[in-house]
C-alpha cells in the first residue's frame, strides 16, 4: 500500500471520530514526503516602478486609458484641497468651544473649599442634542484643565460603566497610567508599607496621589444621561465619602437640561454636587460658520451647487445631524468632483503638464454645453477664428479654459463681495448669509437688488450714512472667514460712497441749523393722511407732505446710491460661466445613496426584479413577472405579495412547488424543492418581512407591505 492511500485510509477513519489524539511525532518517517525545494528563477524581477502605488486610491477614468500622472493629480488636488478646509474647520471647532473652556477652567480653579461639607465641585456642560460633538470639546477640556488647573482628567462614557468595578478600574487605571504601553503594571499599587491594592480600590489611588499630588481629579461623564441612575448615585455618594482625601471633581454632559438630569438622581445625592450650568455654542452658528469656510471661501477650488448644498442644510435642520456628519458630507461631495471628473486636472493650473494631457481630455471638453454655448456666442459676435481655433486647436483650447478658471475666481470674489453688501445693509429680509449665497449661485444676483434698494431708500439719515460706513470698511478690510483682503478693494467704487457719505453729512448739518428733521421722498414720515367729509361720507386719501430743499437734496443723494447699486451688484449665475462643469458640483445622487440609504426600497426592488442586480438570462422577467428560474426567495417574495395579513405555511408551499416542483419539464424534486423554500423563507425572516404568527401555529405574520 502506497503512502497516499495509507493517508486516505487514516483520514477516512478518523474523520468520524468525535475526538481523537493527534500526535505529529508518530510515523513521520514512513508517511511523509520530502518537503520540494523552491525554484529559484534567475530571471530578473520587475521593475518596482511597475507595482501598484498603494498610496494611489483613486481609479483611471475615460474607460481606463487615463495615465497615472492625471489620477495622481486629481487625488492630490483633493487631498491638498480638503486639508486646507480641515484645518479652517477645526480651527472653528476649537474656537467655538473656547469660551466654555474659560468658564469651566475658571470655576474650578475659583471653587470654595467645601472638603467640610462633602459637596464636589461639578459643572453641567449642556451640550444641546449634537452628541458627536462632545468628543473635541471634552478632548479641549482635558488638555486645558491638565495645563492650567494642574488636574488629571479622566473621561467615561456609558459603555465603559457596565458596573461599579468597572468604572472604579478604568479611574484608577487612567490617573495612575505611565507613559508606556505596559498594562501589567497599572493592576496594582503598592504603598510605603509595601501593601498592594486592588485595581478598584480607591485606597490605591490615594496612595498614588500622596507621591503624585494633583489639585483636581476630574472625572468627565460624557453622556451622563445614558448612565445608569443607580450606578452614578452610588459613584457620586463614593467620591462624596473621599473627597477629604482625593480631591474629586465631576464634569457632566447633558444633552437636555439640568432639571431633567437632577430628576433622575436621588435628592440625598444632588445634595453631595456644588456646581455650576455652562452652554456651549449653538450648533446653527457653527454650522453658519463652517459653510462660510468650506462653502463660500474665496480660495476654494470647487464650488458646491445651491441644490446639493440646501439637501444638507435641510437634512442638517430636520434630522439634527452632529456637525461631524455635516463635515463629512461636505468632504464626500469633493471626493466625488475629483474621483469622477477627469477634468479636475486643468484646475491645478500649471502643473498639469502638456503630456500628460490625452486625446480624450480635450474630446470630454468639447462634449460639454458651456463649450457648445461658448463657440456659439463667438460664432454670433462674428469672432470665427476663436471659434475654428476652440474646434481643432487643442493648445489654444486649454490657454482659453486657463483663462475662464481664472475669470471664475474673480467671479467667486465679486460676488462674495456683493453679498456683504446685502448683509450690512441690516436688512432682516436679507440677513442669512447661506441663502443669499446660494440663490445668487443658482439665479445670479437679480431679485434681491429689488428688496435692497427698497429698503435703502426708506432708510434715515443715520442709518444711510451707517450703512455706507460699514461697506466702506468691508471693501478696505475684507471678511477673513471669505478670503484675504485684497479681494474686496474698489476704488472707484469707493470713492463714489464716500462722496455720497460727505453729501449726507452736509445736508443733515444745514437740516439741524434750520431746525428741520431730515427725510427723503420715500420714508414714511412724508406720507400724510387726509380726511374729507362729501355728503356724509369719510373719504380717506393719502398725499405727500412738502419737502425742503434738503429733503430733496437727501432724497437725490440714495437715489444716486440706489442706482450706484444697482449697476455694481448685478452678477450672473455660476451656470452662466464658460467651462463651469470643472469647478462647480452639483450631484446630489451620490450624496443621496450615501448618507440617505434606502434599503427597503433596494430590498423590493432586488426581490421582485432579481434581473436588475443578477444580469443574467435566467432572471428574465416575463409579463406575469414569476418564471421557475427566479431564485427561491424572489419566488416566496412574489407569493408573498399575493397574501393576506396572515399567511398559511402549507399553501405557500403548495404554490411554490406548483413552480419549480416536478410538475414543470425543468422542475426540481421534491426534497430539493423544499430545501430551497425553507432557505428563501428564513431568508424573508432574516430580512424582516415575516415572523411566526402567536394566533396560529401553521402561521406566519406578514410584517410590510410593498410601497408602504
Known amino acids: 500500500m502506497g503512502p497516499n492511500e495509507l493517508l486516505k485510509d487514516t483520514y477516512e477513519e478518523k474523520q468520524h471520530q468525535a475526538a481523537y489524539v493527534f500526535d505529529p511525532l508518530e510515523e513521520v518517517g514512513s508517511t511523509s514526503r520530502p518537503a520540494k525545494r523552491r525554484k529559484v528563477s534567475k530571471k530578473p524581477r520587475r521593475p518596482e516602478a511597475e507595482e501598484k502605488d498603494p498610496w494611489l486610491t483613486f481609479q483611471p477614468l475615460f474607460n481606463g486609458s487615463e495615465n497615472e500622472g492625471c489620477v495622481r493629480l486629481r487625488q492630490q488636488l483633493f487631498e491638498e484641497t480638503w486639508s486646507q478646509i480641515d484645518k479652517r474647520i477645526q480651527c472653528i471647532l476649537r474656537e467655538a468651544n473656547q469660551s466654555t473652556l474659560d468658564k469651566v477652567t475658571f470655576f474650578l480653579r475659583s471653587t470654595p473649599d467645601h472638603v467640610s461639607a462633602g459637596k464636589i465641585p461639578s459643572a453641567f456642560i449642556i451640550t444641546g442634542p449634537n452628541l458627536a460633538s462632545q468628543d473635541l470639546l471634552f478632548e479641549q477640556l482635558s488638555e486645558t484643565l491638565q495645563l492650567q488647573v494642574d488636574a488629571k482628567v479622566v473621561r467615561l462614557r456609558s459603555g465603559d460603566a457596565s458596573n461599579l468595578r468597572a468604572v472604579l478600574k478604568k479611574i484608577i487605571h487612567d490617573v495612575t497610567a505611565r507613559e508606556t504601553d505596559d498594562e501589567n503594571d497599572l493592576e496594582l499599587a503598592a504603598g510605603k508599607d509595601g501593601r498592594k491594592y486592588l485595581n478598584y480600590d480607591l485606597e490605591a489611588l490615594y496612595t498614588y496621589l500622596d507621591s503624585n499630588p494633583r489639585r483636581h481629579i476630574v472625572i468627565a461623564f460624557q453622556d451622563s444621561e445614558a448612565f445608569d441612575s443607580g450606578l452614578l448615585s452610588d459613584l457620586i455618594f463614593l467620591f462624596s465619602s473621599w473627597l477629604d ?10 444633552a437636555t437640561s439640568v432639571e431633567l438630569f437632577q430628576a433622575r438622581l436621588l435628592k440625598s445625592t444632588c445634595q453631595c454636587l456644588y456646581g455650576d450650568q455652562f452652554d456651549v455654542e449653538r450648533s446653527t452658528s457653527i454650522i453658519d460658520k463652517i459653510f462660510m469656510v468650506a462653502v463660500a471661501h474665496s480660495e476654494l477650488p470647487l464650488r458646491l451647487g445651491s441644490s446639493l448644498v440646501y439637501s444638507l442644510l435641510e437634512r442638517q435642520r430636520d434630522q439634527v445631524s452632529s456637525i461631524s456628519v455635516f463635515v463629512s458630507s461636505l468632504k464626500y461631495a469633493y471626493m466625488c468632483h475629483f474621483y469622477a471628473n477627469p477634468l479636475t486636472v486643468f484646475l491645478s493650473g500649471n502643473d498639469v503638464r502638456d503630456e500628460m494631457l490625452q486625446s480624450e481630455h480635450f474630446e470630454a471638453i468639447r462634449c460639454l454645453p458651456s463649450f457648445r454655448r461658448c463657440v456659439e456666442a463667438a460664432v454670433e459676435d462674428g469672432e470665427m477664428e476663436k471659434a475654428k481655433s476652440l474646434l481643432d486647436d487643442d493648445q489654444y483650447l486649454r490657454t482659453h479654459i486657463q483663462s475662464c478658471i481664472r475669470e471664475s475666481r474673480d467671479w467667486s470674489s465679486n460676488l462674495l463681495r456683493k453679498l456683504k453688501v446685502f448683509l450690512v445693509a441690516g436688512d432682516p429680509l436679507c440677513s ?3 441663502k443669499l449665497y446660494l440663490n445668487a449661485l443658482s439665479r445670479g444676483i437679480g431679485f434681491e437688488i429689488k428688496k435692497l434698494t427698497d429698503f435703502i431708500k426708506e432708510m434715515e439719515p443715520v442709518h444711510s450714512r451707517g450703512f455706507i460706513r460699514r461697506v466702506l470698511d468691508y471693501n478696505g478690510y475684507g471678511d477673513l472667514s471669505l478670503g484675504g483682503s485684497d479681494l474686496w478693494v474698489t476704488k472707484e467704487s469707493d470713492l ?6 460727505s453729501g449726507i453729512k452736509t445736508t443733515q448739518a444745514k437740516a439741524e441749523q434750520q431746525g428741520n428733521v431730515l427725510r427723503s421722498r420715500y420714508s414714511g414720515q412724508t406720507k400724510v393722511l387726509r380726511t ?25 443723494l440714495m437715489d444716486k446710491l440706489v442706482e450706484h447699486l444697482k449697476e455694481t451688484l ?7 460661466l464658460a467651462f463651469h462643469e470643472l469647478w462647480l458640483f452639483d450631484s446630489k445622487t451620490p450624496y443621496r445613496d450615501v448618507f440617505i440609504p434606502r434599503p427597503r426600497g433596494v430590498v423590493e426592488r432586488a426581490l421582485s426584479r432579481p434581473h436588475d442586480y443578477l444580469n443574467c438570462s435566467c432572471c428574465e422577467a416575463k409579463e406575469d413577472g414569476m418564471t421557475p428560474t427566479l431564485p427561491a426567495t424572489a419566488i416566496l417574495y412574489h407569493l408573498y405579495l399575493e397574501t393576506g395579513s396572515l399567511i398559511n405555511v402549507a399553501d405557500l408551499w403548495s404554490a411554490f412547488n406548483a413552480m419549480v416542483g416536478e410538475e414543470n419539464e425543468e422542475g426540481l424534486e421534491e426534497r430539493a424543492a423544499l430545501v430551497l423554500f425553507y432557505r428563501g423563507l428564513a431568508e424573508l425572516r432574516a430580512m424582516g418581512f415575516v415572523k411566526q404568527s402567536r394566533k396560529r401555529a401553521d402561521h406566519i405574520a406578514k410584517l410590510a407591505w410593498k410601497g408602504l
Not at 543 to 554: G, P, S
Not at 570 to 576: F, G, P, R, V
Open 245 to 254: 482625601r482625593i480631591p474629586f471633581a465631576l464634569l457632566f454632559g447633558v
Open 570 to 576: 448685478q452678477c450672473d449665475s455660476a451656470k452662466d
Open 496 to 501: 463714489f460712497l464716500e462722496n455720497i457719505l
Open 532 to 556: 374729507t367729509v362729501v355728503a356724509q361720507k369719510v373719504q380717506l386719501s393719502q398725499d405727500t407732505a412738502t419737502l425742503t430743499e434738503e429733503d430733496k437734496a437727501y432724497t437725490d
Open 432 to 434: 442669512e448669509f447661506a
